[in-house]
């Protein structure tokens, strides 16, 4: 089955402690792209990539890292997370950057940070 | 930069009656215009797109949307809503041959029996 899968689904941690969110798909897809989606915001890109090795800031990049070191995964990584960090997550990938392809959407990762 | 507007936080119809859902967008060019739609505790699912073409597009689950370049709008329809249409929906536009989605707040739709 063609999908995207994040790890974990819940993470509650607390300010400070490195973490990572992981994201993978098995659909061969070039583009990959970090979402978090805060209410009555909609959703605000953080970080994509392009292809392998190619990754580039998205609207609010602050706080976050990412790595594409192979074409199927992912990760964001954030290295000291803060409460304003708290939010739900979405990984997403697409078979193409040139923005006329549909992307495909992980189930979510809901952050707390206390 | 692009921009999207959804000017219904909410959207209450009944059972068999027809759904809209408003989106407006701005953005330099002809643009790339999404719907996604999100159920409780899921990801966002593609419903339709325009790229080019018949300004009237018809996607997943009986859904369509009309793109009005003069009007700058995107809007959804459906003409017989369900109850399972109850979700979050969102409007999302890509300039041309550009990456970058930007999507809009949101508009919680609640179809009641």
């Known amino acids: 089955e063609a999908q995207v899968t994040q790890n974990p689904r819940y993470l509650i941690t607390v300010t400070g402690k490195k973490l990572t969110v992981t994201c993978s798909q098995n659909m061969n897809h070039e583009y990959m792209s970090w979402y978090r989606q805060d209410p009555g915001l909609g959703l605000r890109q953080i970080y994509y990539?392009?292809?392998?090795?190619?990754?580039d800031k998205g609207d609010v990049p602050e706080g976050y890292k990412v790595s594409r070191k192979e074409k199927r995964n992912f990760p964001l990584i954030l290295e000291s997370p803060s409460p304003n960090q708290t939010s739900l997550y979405f990984c997403a990938s697409s078979s193409s950057g040139s923005g006329a392809y549909e992307q495909y959407f992980g189930p979510g990762t809901r952050l707390t940070v206390t | 930069a692009q921009s999207v507007a959804q000017p219904e936080d909410q959207v209450n119809v009944a059972e068999g009656n027809p759904l809209t859902v408003k989106c407006t967008y701005s953005?330099?060019?002809?643009?790339?215009l999404f719907w996604y739609v999100q159920y409780p505790n899921r990801g966002l699912q593609f419903l339709l797109k325009?790229?080019?073409?018949?300004?009237l597009v018809k996607g997943s689950y009986g859904f369509e949307a009309e793109f009005n370049k003069s009007q700058t709008s995107f809007h959804l329809k459906k003409p017989s809503a369900l109850v399972s249409d109850s979700a979050l929906y969102f409007c999302?536009?890509?300039?041309?041959?550009?990456?970058?989605?930007?999507f809009g707040a949101g508009t919680t739709v609640t179809v009641r029996a």
């Open positions: 325009y790229i080019t073409g018949d300004n």
């Open positions: 953005v330099s060019g002809n643009p790339y």
């Open positions: 999302a536009v890509s300039p041309p041959n550009d990456y970058k989605l930007s």
């Open positions: 990539s392009m292809n392998v090795e190619v990754t």
